[in-house]
T-cell receptor, first 112, second 112 residues
Framework: KNEVEQSPQNLTAQEGEFITINCSYS?????LHWLQQHPGGGIVSLFM???GKKKHGRLIATINIQEKHSSLHITASHPRDSAVYIC??????????????FGKGTKLSVKP | DTAVSQTPKYLVTQMGNDKSIKCEQN?????MYWYKQDSKKFLKIMFS???????INETVPNRFSPKSPDKAHLNLHINSLELGDSAVYFC???????????FGPGTRLTVT
């Protein structure tokens, strides 16, 4: 079992819907990242969280350290949000900040 | 003025060859990384490097070696290429005080 699990694996939504992607992890962490991989392959860092909640435009990321769980929400979804969303954690004592453990990603498709 | 660039974008080569992938960042970051994304789109850290320390994921074969001529560059050398090395390789960088990763566009390596 992977140390970082995401659900769902695939998600299809209609434009305008509220979307939630979940990430659970089984190790102690110092930080959690949400990444977006576009259909063309490029990867963009969306959020880095160590506690609480962050918001950027229509994207909201939350983390509950006690429950070892994070969620990524997209409000008023749009076809351009279609991408793979990847959760990654930096293990406590994991050394370099780039030494991340990745989830397998959630493929989101937003239909017009 | 691309922040993190990689060359080449595509690389097709035969088994047994030695190849290099170049990475350059113009963000003034102090740490650079190499990640491998396999055919199932699963990302794994290979190396992280700053001018003081190289951290190697112990699962990476010693046929892979990072070379950093200066702070802005981290090249990936691969000796005796094998079929299983076929993947997309991403370079990334970050600053030690800010944990946001900036990814390069990726290099798709195909070994035949």
């Amino acid at each position: 079992k992977n140390e970082v699990e995401q659900s769902p694996q695939n998600l299809t939504a209609q434009e305008g819907e509220f979307i939630t992607i979940n990430c659970s992890y089984s190790v102690g962490i110092s930080a959690l990242h949400w990444l977006q991989q576009h259909p063309g392959g490029g990867i963009v860092s969306l959020f880095m969280l160590s506690s609480g909640k962050k918001k950027h435009g229509r994207l909201i990321a939350t983390i509950n350290i006690q429950e070892k769980h994070s969620s990524l929400h997209i409000t008023a979804s749009h076809p351009r949000d279609s991408a793979v969303y990847i959760c990654a954690v930096l293990r406590l004592g994991g050394g370099s900040q780039g030494n991340l453990i990745f989830g397998k990603g959630t493929k989101l498709s937003v239909k017009p | 003025d691309t922040a993190v660039s990689q060359t080449p974008k595509y690389l097709v080569t035969q088994m047994g060859n030695d190849k290099s992938i170049k990475c350059e960042q113009n963000l003034g970051h102090d740490t650079m990384y190499w990640y491998k994304q396999d055919s199932k789109k699963f990302l794994k850290i290979m190396f992280s490097y700053n001018n003081k320390e190289l951290i190697i994921n112990e699962t990476v074969p010693n046929r892979f070696s990072p070379k950093s001529p200066d702070k802005a560059h981290l090249n990936l050398h691969i000796n005796s290429l094998e079929l299983g090395d076929s993947a997309v390789y991403f370079c990334a960088s970050s600053h030690k005080s800010v944990w946001i990763l900036h990814f390069g566009p990726g290099t798709r390596l195909t070994v035949t």
